[in-house]
């Protein structure tokens, strides 16, 4: 008998018998199967199978719930418990509930730099449905060290029952959508959001009524994989205090839903919260689409802590140097997960088709998803395998594939991402290009021209959409709106790296000051450029995305990077409804505008050809538009030859005004002003039902940096 095997018996002798007490007599381990991996629950009892090529020997732990002490420590046999690379068992008279994890090792270990296997340590199957021992957010943080005493995180055995009440995908067409990024906890953390479960599934339950009422389609969700807030090492320069990863790009198992975000996360109760928040929000005709992590996890490099992969078949699940056994690090978080492993590459599949159709989600955006295009030696692959299995796989032909097309290592794919017909991409050219011509950088009208028509230049051919572009201005990754016009360089003192994180390249401007002012010049050209912002965002073909909060001016003090503040820097303050109450109408009218009006949505870029729209572009004069470096204005006069709409925008961020001619309406008579954002509340936006006609149909006066939304009615 090995090693190992000697250490597990004499593990289960003794409380072998609080199991045998649980289970009955029904208890009997049996050879089970290989396929599926994970814990699965059969008609009487639970099948476990884990991939392992290079482990000689594994353990199986079972665990009684919430209890630090084995009551079982099984052994498996190669010669039973093992077909090809797959180590399996199954256990008759156990029920979901149980805890469990396993023991790997291997002897002898010819190369232990390449391999990490540990018996000492019980790791996390990776297809865990559920994590135990993460119920409390932050939970021992004033813990010196990260590794002292934390609770420790089993699999749970999880039964998929539940009650969807006739629930299905909405399938909302890409081109009709209109995205909200959320994070679940920040949300409703703050006291003031007044849900009874403030930062957790329920919480943000409790705030559909709004986000319905705002008029967004789907919501997208930051990681809600599980991951370890407590990971970070980071401390407050002033206060000491230790910071999280508040963010959750730091997944630690990519099947389980994250404990601390329920209202209850013990005994696996968050699988059933997420799966009621997610049908709630169906009913209110909203998708929900997940922020997804393959790229890295939360094991880190070198020194990071072994939750389950790293122990469990290092060389399978990383890209590590075959000499060294350092990791590559293409995420720069000091793993790359080895995305086109032939193991790891049906893991992801596995993953996504779970979310799919067990959580019932609607779609996923990838996190620096140029990893996943990346084969087993680091090297961009042109054909990735596991991006086509992904764009093809069936289960996931109604899933919403959103791509941020870049890696840490300077991979750049926006407009080249593989696999593109099914891919839709962030368009970080959008954001930067309307950012530049709003603060008034010169040679920016041919660009922006680009952005408003759906970005031809990058997405026109090869069966490729304007909905493949996700239009945005900001992100969770960067400056909030409130602070794009608020501040020109990032203040992350508070993170604790001395200011070197976070982007310096934000293409903001402080319109005068920086941070807060009573300077009231500065305060209404903030607001003007936040409502141009949103207009060319809304204006524009493509899908818009929204990040939470800047329909009311969220701030986070200028904070580009507020990755590890899990306090009012990152959560959401409601009491901003009240106070910009104006600029929340902004937002919901504008949105109302464009699902009113379909020649916003475009289903294609056959512009004046097959596609009912037709679209002109003007400058100053009619007919002439101006697209020299000089330039600083451009009108796009948009109608339809199937809904007899005219739309006129004028984009003007000269610093002095201009008067603009104004061509006839196609099909309609006159000319009716929508928007100006240079006028106060609530002239800005005036409601469709009670525009009036322009006094003067031959031309416009458009005020310094602002933009006019014209529309033809009779």
């Known amino acids: 008998m090995s090693r190992m095997n000697d250490e597990g018996r004499a593990r289960r002798s003794g409380p072998r018998q609080a199991l045998l007490d649980l289970a009955g007599d029904e208890f009997e381990v049996m050879r089970g199967h290989p396929l599926p991996f994970g814990a699965t629950v059969m008609r009487d009892g639970v099948n476990f199978a884990l991939y392992s090529r290079r482990a000689t020997e594994v353990v199986l732990v079972l665990f009684l719930p919430e209890r630090e002490e084995s009551v079982l420590e099984l052994p498996l046999e190669p010669d039973l418990h093992k077909t090809g690379d797959v180590w399996h068992a199954f256990i008759r008279g156990i029920d979901p509930g149980i805890e469990y994890g396993y023991r790997l090792g291997r002897y002898p270990n010819p190369e232990p730099h390449l391999d990490r296997f540990d018996p000492s ?194 060389r399978a699940y990383y890209i590590v140097d075959p000499e060294s056994g350092e990791y590559h690090n293409y995420s720069g978080c ?86 593109f017909e099914r891919w839709a991409e962030w368009n970080g050219r959008f954001r930067d290009d309307v950012r530049r011509f709003v603060k008034s950088d010169p040679a920016m009208v041919p660009s922006l021209a680009l952005r408003l028509s759906g970005s031809p230049d990058l997405y026109h051919g090869d069966g490729r959409c304007p909905y493949h572009s996700i239009n945005f201005v900001t992100a969770h990754d960067g400056f909030t709106l409130h602070d794009l016009v608020s501040y020109n360089h990032k203040h992350n003192l508070a993170n604790g790296e001395d200011n070197r994180d976070g982007s310096d390249n934000n293409h903001s401007w ?43 001016a969220r701030t986070q003090q200028g904070n580009n990077n507020a990755y590890c503040q899990d306090n009012e820097i990152s959560w959401v303050n409601w009491d901003l409804l009240e106070e910009e109450r104006d600029l929340f109408r902004f937002f919901k009218q504008l949105i109302a505008f464009r699902q009113e009006h379909p020649v916003l949505r475009g289903r294609g870029f056959d512009v004046n050809g097959d596609d009912p729209r037709q679209l002109a572009w003007h400058g100053q004069e009619v007919d002439r538009p101006d697209w020299s470096q000089e330039s600083r204005s451009l009108a796009m006069h948009l109608s339809s030859r199937n809904h007899g709409t005219d739309l006129y925008l004028i984009a003007h961020s000269h610093w002095n005004g201009a008067r603009f001619q104004l061509p006839s309406p196609r099909h309609t008579t006159r000319w009716h002003r929508f928007i100006d954002t240079a006028l106060s509340p609530p002239n800005d936006l005036t409601p469709l039902d009670s525009i009036r006609p322009l006094s003067t149909q031959s031309s416009y006066w458009t005020s310094a940096r602002s933009v006019v939304v014209l529309v033809g009615k009779d």
């Open 121 to 314: 340590q019980v790791l996390i199957d990776p297809y865990s449905r559920a994590l135990s021992g993460g119920s409390r957010w932050g939970h021992r943080l004033h813990l010196e060290s990260i590794d002292e005493h934390v609770p420790r995180r089993h699999s749970l055995v999880m039964d998929d029952e539940f009650d969807w009440q006739l629930d299905r995908p909405l399938k909302t067409h890409a081109a009709d959508s209109v995205i909200y990024e959320l994070h679940v906890r920040g949300f409703t953390r703050h006291a003031s959001s007044g849900v009874r479960h403030p930062g957790t599934y329920r919480g943000l339950t409790e705030k559909i009524p709004y986000l319905k009422d705002l008029g967004i389609t789907a919501v997208e969700l930051m990681p809600v994989q599980e991951f370890e807030e407590r990971d970070n090492t980071f401390r407050h320069p002033e206060t000491g205090r230790r910071l999280v990863n508040f963010w959750g790009y730091d997944p630690i198992t990519f099947f389980a839903p994250n404990g601390s975000y329920a209202a209850d996360g013990r005994f696996g109760h968050q699988v059933a919260e997420f799966k009621e928040m997610v049908r709630a929000f169906h009913q209110a005709g909203i998708e929900v689409i997940l922020d997804v992590v393959f790229n890295h996890t939360g094991e880190g490099g070198e020194d990071g802590p072994t939750y389950g992969l790293r122990g469990i078949d290092n």
């Open 334 to 419: 000091g793993n790359t997960v080895n995305c086109n492993h032939p193991v790891v590459r049906d893991m992801i599949l596995d993953c996504l088709r779970y979310w799919v159709t067990e959580m019932h989600v609607d779609g996923f955006r990838f996190d620096l998803a140029s990893i996943l295009g990346r084969g087993r030696d680091g090297s961009v692959l042109a054909n990735p395998p596991l991006l086509e299995r992904i764009a093809a796989d069936p289960v996931l032909a109604d899933a919403k594939l959103i791509a941020e097309a870049w890696d840490a290592a300077g991979l750049y794919q926006v407009g080249t991402f593989p696999a």
């Open 510 to 552: 402080n319109c005068g000051a920086e941070g807060p002012t009573h300077d009231l010049d500065v305060l209404a050209r903030r607001r003007r450029q936040m409502r141009n912002l949103i207009t060319l965002l809304m204006m524009s073909q493509g899908v818009p995305m929204l990040l939470a909060g800047d329909e009311m």
